[in-house]
């Protein structure tokens, strides 16, 4: 039977076509090479997968090189999905499969203009990035083809382009953020002649997508080497191509009574070394920007001094979202967190009502992180921190979101029309509601009515 041929009481086929998918799915890709080979091809594991496995680490990927057109490829998995027919990429499972190819001219500091496919797999990885990532390993023998140095590159932790270092980044611009990622995730140097290219040529990473340039930089700042990374990218010349205003943080000085670490540059540098592996992006950002109106707010008086720096923060912040791109949720929270780390300096006078309402500030875990990671790079004292975990951790959902006792329609009903006080009533009314002062219904109108009693009177409702 062939895919999409009805089946039985299928008449859409849709049973045969998710079997297949099915199948896939469970494949494995040593399996996917077995068939290969059987069939009469060539194929080999290939890339980040053997690389991350030679390192002792879990792969990261499981990507097949072959011999096989991207036709061919469909007759051996039927059901597996073309993602780049003009490249020869084949998606099977969870794995891609991709035919040997030659590329031409990359126009584009991405892609190229056209490929070519070859026959061997030395012929393909000339066309690969760096030589630790270029090694082909049969999975049945454990042999490994390694046609550039890249096991030597492993063993002795260095990062290389292949060939021509200028060559291979020009034909994709974002082999200089994925060289700095590299390095800093396994800890690795990167070659000279390939860091002498990446400085020469980094005003090219302007030219890249700004959604590319975000992912690499989102993956440098959540894969636990964040510190090492935003080093390299400064000593590379990419920060201030990248992130001119993290850029701004060096040599901003700081008083020494608050940050005896030093200059916002430090400071940060100290922030991103204490993010764990796995740290979710928008903490992992927060952290990066959290400061980032110091720059532009510095002032020299009685002291060192940033007026103003939050509100000028946010809005760089916001700005910065912008220009990468970032989802208006991702965005959202990352400037809360940059317009709220300040606020801790302040939560054991806060009236209960308005600690309550930081409490329930969305994902408030991160806020608290954000700020003990500020603490532990700087001055050191976690009293604030610890207080507002403490209380965090202690207050039940419904004593920091409770249900309302008074909404805008209770306040229509008692006659009062709709204007600019009925949201600064109803705020007065949760702020004792919060703070225990009114617990029902009743009581809460009783306030709401006082209030608007010693307040101009809204207009009676009419009629």
Same mark, same amino acid.
């Given at each position: 039977?062939?895919?999409?041929? &009805?089946?039985?009481?299928? &008449?859409?086929?849709?049973?045969?076509?998710?079997?297949?998918?099915?199948?896939?799915?469970?494949?494995?890709?040593?399996?996917?090479?077995?068939?290969?080979? %059987?069939?009469?091809?060539?194929?080999?594991?290939?890339g980040g997968g053997v690389r991350d496995r030679l390192l002792g680490l879990p792969a990261s990927d499981e990507d097949i090189a072959t011999d096989a057109v991207p036709d061919r490829l469909r007759e051996l998995f039927p059901g597996a999905r073309l993602v780049g027919a003009h490249f020869g990429v084949v998606v099977a499972g969870d794995f891609e499969i991709a035919t040997y190819r030659r590329d031409s001219a990359y126009l584009d500091g991405r892609r190229p203009e056209s490929v070519a496919f070859v026959a061997t797999p030395e012929e393909d990885s000339r066309r690969r990035d760096f030589t630790v990532n270029a090694l082909y390993e049969? &999975?049945?023998?454990?042999?490994?083809?390694?046609?550039?140095?890249?096991?030597?590159?492993?063993?002795a932790g260095v990062v290389r382009a292949i060939g021509d270092p200028a060559e291979r980044f020009e034909e994709d611009r974002l082999r200089l953020l994925r060289a700095v990622r590299f390095a800093a995730r396994f800890g690795f140097t990167i070659e000279a002649r390939t860091f002498a290219a990446m400085r020469a040529l980094a005003p090219g990473i302007q030219g890249i997508a700004a959604e590319r340039v975000r992912d690499e930089l989102t993956r440098m700042l959540t894969e636990g080497r964040a510190r090492r990374a935003f080093e390299l990218l400064h000593d590379a010349g990419l920060l201030r191509e990248t992130l001119p205003e993290v850029e701004a943080f060096r040599g901003v000085e700081q008083p020494p009574e608050f940050h005896p670490e030093g200059d916002?540059?430090?400071?940060?540098?100290?922030?991103?070394?204490?993010? &764990?592996?796995?740290?979710?992006?928008?903490?992992a950002w927060g952290v990066l920007l959290h400061d980032v109106g110091k720059p532009a707010t510095f002032s020299r008086a009685d002291r060192i001094r940033f007026n103003g720096h939050v509100e000028a923060g946010v809005e760089i912040a916001r700005r910065t979202m912008h220009r990468l791109k970032f989802s208006n949720e991702a965005a959202e929270q990352i400037v809360s967190l940059v317009a709220n780390h300040m606020r801790f300096g302040d939560v054991r006078r806060m009236k209960e009502s308005t600690l309550k309402r930081f409490l329930r500030l969305?994902?408030?875990? %991160?806020?608290?992180?954000?700020?003990?990671?500020?603490?532990?790079?700087?001055h050191a004292q976690l009293g604030n921190y610890e207080f507002a975990r403490e209380r965090f951790q202690s207050l039940a959902e419904e004593e920091v979101r409770p249900r309302r006792l008074l909404t805008g329609a209770d306040l229509i009903a008692a006659g009062y029309r709709p204007g600019p006080e009925f949201k600064r009533v109803l705020n007065e009314v949760e702020d004792a509601q919060l703070e225990g002062r009114v617990a029902d219904k009743e009581s809460a109108l009783a306030l709401a009515k006082e209030r608007f009693a010693a307040s101009p009177a809204p207009p009676p409702a009419s009629g």
């Open positions: 039977m062939r895919v999409g041929e &009805p089946a039985g009481d299928d &008449p859409s086929g849709c049973a045969v076509l998710t079997a297949l998918y099915s199948t896939l799915i469970a494949m494995t890709a040593r399996e996917a090479i077995g068939r290969l080979r %059987e069939a009469g091809h060539t194929a080999y594991l290939v049969d &999975p049945f023998t454990g042999a490994i083809l390694d046609f550039h140095g890249g096991l030597g590159d492993l063993r916002v540059w430090t400071h940060a540098l100290l922030m991103l070394g204490g993010l &764990p592996e796995g740290a979710s992006a928008t903490l969305d994902r408030f875990e %991160e806020h608290l992180a954000l700020h003990r990671l500020d603490c532990l790079s700087s």
